[in-house]
């Protein structure tokens, strides 16, 4: 029986710049970083010095709070530089892959994934510093090995603008996926689900799901609450698509590769692409073939919830998506009165009278500033979940957790309400609320 869902409410962002997915560059960047700060809950504590030799997946950092959760490199090279903020905060690691070429280290050797305990594959994630490719539902934040999960959802359906299509890249890695699979199913005693598109084949130790839809469908928050909601006290595991292909390759071959598909595109992106490099990569050996003399802003991940960088930054360690947007701002004399279609502006309405659904030249106006809140059902009409986020808004600004957790919070994420602060008419950053929120929630819990 095909398991189906169904997503009608949301919104697909057309904007210009789609890269093309049938070809895809192979770029080899020359440093690669990984940012302990840039992960929720964490507090880091360093296992290598400036100029140290490391081999990818060896342990850059530990988690005080959870000693056995460690973080590999994303390659081979040498430890060029530590950067350090306020109190000490370490901001990135940075390596070198020119420097030095120590041999891979393997490290799962003689492991049969079909007779394997539990413990067993727990021990190779750990040992093998993959782990924090896991996360948690509530919280969004790296899981914690010691609490068993409920389930395990993995989403292979991408939904947000710019994005790498999943499914040909599953299809092109049916075997790697499969073991990928294989071992993430020994890390619960309940199900994983694996919700993909229509034209996604199924595969064997989960639960398929087939899902459609416009976009947060992708969204594996979304998913789960259409699929088996979370509940006070439960812990889901959440794992990327792309992630249980690098999983697969550690327990076929016993080596890290952290390589992964990355999309290129937006407005400002000169030659949309798609290219594969290492994770945590160089922004300026990514976009060496971007240049423009318009300015642009560069985002690590989505328009909706990735991170705005520069050139001498780094892809963020679960991005696989640059966006690239037109920074020229020019506001209008009384923009809001003047006529328009849909080649000047945009609208979620349909307020103009053309059905011509052609890619959107955006740029990051926010067309306003923050204004008073006027309820027009705005959010409820682009979110696909049985919540009230008017109700939930305000009851994060109150603090009143008991109203907060009536109303759902627990199956919320700040990425799943990012799509009602696009639609906002009073410019409010729901999905920023909602972060505060779960923030708040877990300081009591």
């Known amino acids: 029986m095909l398991k189906q869902i169904i997503i009608k409410k949301g919104h697909d962002l057309k904007i210009k710049g789609c890269p093309d997915s049938n070809n895809v560059l192979p770029i080899a960047a020359r440093k690669v970083s990984i940012s302990p700060k840039s992960f929720r809950g964490v507090k880091p504590k360093l296992l290598v010095n400036e100029g140290d030799i490391v081999s990818a997946g060896s342990a850059l950092f530990f988690d005080k ?36 070429k120590p041999e891979p280290y393997k ?18 994630f750990l040992k093998a510093n993959i782990f924090p490719l896991i996360r948690q539902r509530p919280f969004n934040k790296v899981a914690d090995p010691g609490v068993a999960p409920r389930d395990i959802f993995i989403s292979a359906y991408n939904s947000s603008p710019l994005s ?16 990928g699979l294989n071992a993430i199913s020994k890390l619960t005693t309940g199900d994983v689900y694996l919700v ?11 639960k398929n799901y087939k899902i459609s839809g416009p976009h947060p469908a992708g969204n ?24 249980v292909i690098t999983i697969g390759r550690l327990f076929k071959t016993g080596i890290y590769d952290s390589k992964c598909i990355v999309s290129i595109g937006g407005s400002g992106a ?80 349909n307020t103009f009278f053309s059905f011509d659904p052609k ?31 008017n109700p939930l808004y305000r009851a994060i600004l109150a603090e009143d ?43 009591e819990s």
């Open 220 to 243: 594996v928050g979304i998913q789960i609450h259409h699929i088996k909601p979370i509940k006070p006290g439960e812990i889901i595991w959440t794992v990327n698509a792309q992630h």
């Open 270 to 349: 000169t030659n949309p692409r798609l290219i594969e490099v290492k994770s945590g990569a160089n922004i300026q050996s990514i976009l060496k073939n971007q240049s423009s003399n318009k300015a642009v802003r560069i985002i690590s991940g989505d328009v909706y919830t990735g991170t705005s960088v520069n050139l001498n930054d780094y892809l963020g360690y679960y991005d696989t998506t640059i966006s690239i947007i037109n920074d020229e701002v020019k506001r209008p004399f009384l923009g809001m009165l003047a006529p328009g279609s849909t080649a000047t502006k945009y609208s979620l309405t």
């Open 65 to 100: 709070l959870k000693p056995d959760v460690r973080w590999g490199a994303p390659a081979s090279g040498k430890v060029s530089a530590i950067e350090f903020g306020p109190r000490r905060v370490i901001n990135k690691i940075e390596i070198h892959l020119d420097d030095v």
């Open 164 to 179: 790498v299509d999943l499914s040909k890249l599953i299809e092109q890695n049916q075997e790697l996926f499969q073991i």
């Open 107 to 124: 490290f799962i050797t003689d492991l049969k994934l079909s007779s394997a305990s539990n413990k067993e594959v727990l021990d190779c």
């Open 196 to 206: 993909s598109a229509k034209n996604t084949i199924d595969f064997e130790n989960v």
């Open 401 to 443: 957790f008991e109203e907060m957790e009536k109303l759902g919070i627990w199956e919320c994420d700040d990425e799943d309400f990012a799509l009602c602060s696009f639609a906002c008419p009073s410019k409010i950053d729901v999905g920023g609320v909602i972060r505060k929120g779960l923030d708040l929630l877990e300081a």
């Open 359 to 389: 890619e959107f030249n955006f740029t990051t106006s926010q067309n306003g500033e923050l204004r008073a809140m006027v309820p027009l059902n705005a959010w409820e009409k682009v979110l696909p979940m049985d919540i009230f986020p």
